[in-house]
């Protein structure tokens, strides 16, 4: 049977909006000395704007259709493109056939054909030369771009902008001081707004992993696991198998994504990042109690 100081920890922990699947989560956190987050919707808010946009042909044509793909992408950067065009009163063009890209964007059709949504990466797929001086002060920006594009021909693009949760800062000083040795970020987002982000949150560069396709996540996380206990925290669809590869998997709840929450060990129901290090703290202590 659970030890009633492990039932007791794990109810405490559920207060404060950490919710622990099992009392082996607990155990492992206690030894965990190595945090790998992912950036967009865990250390950032994921309520990104749009900050600039800039169409080959007509705006409101331009708009009406990438809000058309990104209608059926649950990533932050698309709920981001669906309140700037419903604020702007655009219509989604209907699409077919869509089909999300991890890390790279979207992929769908209008009765004209098919179209893509998305990074760098994704234009490079469809074999549209996308890093082009028409865009040049988007690939300069320390912003996420997303560039729509029908076949081999760029549309145009948008920049996306996120901000760091207001307690990001404050929760990993507190890991810090908790004992963490290592703190790292992975992000599929490219590496000058990753840098960016990381800078203005503390992080070395060397430990900023940006242009990461899930599969990366994963191996990175394996990596680490080499030299001592890791937890990954994370919330998107493209995070789901890092965190399962990591020692504890902690999925962010409450705007997460239902896949992360699915593979990981522990949900953090509140966006408050402090409590990932009073959790923490609270397992070393429980571990103290039961040995
Ligand atoms: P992170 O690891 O920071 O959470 P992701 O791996 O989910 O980021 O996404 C990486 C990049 O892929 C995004 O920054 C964006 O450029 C692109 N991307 C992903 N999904 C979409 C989408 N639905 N529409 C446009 N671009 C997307
Ligand atoms: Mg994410």
Same mark, same amino acid.
């Given at each position: ?147 729509? !594009?029908? *076949?081999?021909?760029?549309?145009? +693009?948008?920049?996306? #902008? %996120? ?5 990001? &800062? /404050? =929760? ?61 925290? !994370?919330? *998107?669809?493209?995070?789901?198998? +890092?965190?399962?590869? #990591? %020692? ?5 709840? &409450? /705007? =997460? ?35």
């Amino acid at each position: 049977s659970v030890p009633a100081a492990i039932l007791s920890a794990l109810a405490s922990a559920a207060r404060g909006g950490v919710l622990f699947k099992g009392g082996a989560a607990l155990e492992t956190l206690a030894e965990v000395d190595t945090f790998a987050f992912d950036k967009t919707g865990t250390l950032t808010t994921g309520k990104a704007e749009v900050t600039r946009i800039v169409a080959r042909d007509d705006d409101a044509a331009f708009l009406a259709l990438l809000a058309g793909l990104e209608a059926q992408s649950e990533h932050p950067v698309a709920e981001a493109i669906r309140r700037h065009t419903q604020a702007r009163g655009v219509v989604p063009t209907t699409m077919r056939d869509v089909q999300s890209i991890p890390s790279e964007g979207i992929v769908g059709a209008d009765t004209e054909g098919t179209l893509w949504a998305g990074n760098l990466r994704m234009a490079a797929r469809m074999g549209a030369p996308a890093d082009t001086p028409e865009f040049s002060r988007f690939a300069e920006s320390a912003q996420t771009v997303v560039y729509l !594009g029908r *076949g081999s021909q760029v549309l145009g +693009a948008v920049s996306v #902008a %996120d901000r760091p949760r207001e307690t990001s &800062a /404050a =929760g990993l000083a507190a890991l810090k001081a908790e004992g963490v040795t290592t703190i790292v970020m992975m992000t599929g987002d490219r590496r000058a707004v990753g840098l960016r982000m990381g800078a203005a949150l503390g992080f070395a560069p060397a430990d900023i992993h940006a242009d990461l396709l899930p599969q990366d996540k994963v191996r990175l996380v394996g990596e680490l696991t080499g030299r001592g206990r890791v937890a990954f925290v !994370g919330d *998107g669809v493209n995070d789901a198998a +890092a965190l399962a590869r #990591a %020692d504890v998997g902690i999925a962010m709840g &409450a /705007a =997460g994504s239902e896949v992360a929450l699915q593979a990981a060990d522990i949900a953090l129901l509140s966006d408050d990042m402090q409590r990932l290090a009073a959790a923490r703290r609270l397992a070393r202590r429980t571990r103290r109690i039961i040995r």
